[in-house]
């Protein structure tokens, strides 16, 4: 199930730069947060899954972006190889970048809930505070406050 291309920006809104945007993601940073924010708009194909999470990389390393929220209400499951490619290339750059605090606003698809929770799992043992939600204000506000 896509979701609409227009998203509404968190309440109370802040000023926030479009990064990347096509059919598939949208990508935002927010300077004075130093939050890099997607939303998938359906399930994206595994060169744009990776340009996204690239993407999200160089504002990691350029910002010391340390807050990270992946709205992913309009995915379904991980490909096998995105998410080795994921683990061993993107998860070593922006941790080194300075990642520390994940928003993850689930799936709607069940596989994508399960995933979701096993990947906080997963990151979590390597220092990353996650925060699972359903609702897109509320995991933005937890991490605003990190």
Same mark, same amino acid.
Request: no cysteine; charged share 20%; hydrophobic share 50%.
């Given at each position: 199930m896509a979701l609409p291309k227009v998203q509404s920006e968190p309440t109370p809104s802040y000023e926030r730069k479009v990064i990347l945007d096509n059919e598939f993601v949208t990508l935002w940073y927010y300077p004075r947060l130093r939050i890099v924010h997607h939303q998938m708009l359906k399930a994206p194909s595994s060169d744009a899954f990776r340009e996204l999470l690239t993407r999200g990389a160089d504002l990691v390393e350029a910002h010391r972006a340390a807050k990270w929220m992946?709205?992913?209400?309009?995915?379904? =499951?991980?490909?096998? $190889?995105?998410?080795? *490619?994921?683990?061993? &290339? *993107?998860?070593?750059? &922006?941790?080194?970048?300075?990642?520390?605090? *994940?928003? /993850? =606003?689930?799936?709607? $698809?069940? /596989?994508?809930?399960?995933?979701?929770?096993r990947?906080?799992?997963?990151?979590?043992r390597r220092g990353i505070f996650s925060h699972i939600d359903t609702s897109p204000d509320d995991a933005f506000e937890w991490l605003r406050t990190r």
């Open positions: 992946s709205d992913d209400r309009a995915n379904t =499951v991980l490909r096998e $190889a995105d998410e080795q *490619w994921s683990d061993s &290339v *993107w998860l070593p750059r &922006v941790l080194a970048g300075g990642f520390k605090y *994940w928003a /993850i =606003v689930l799936p709607h $698809a069940a /596989i994508g809930k399960l995933n979701m929770h990947l906080a799992a997963d990151h979590a």
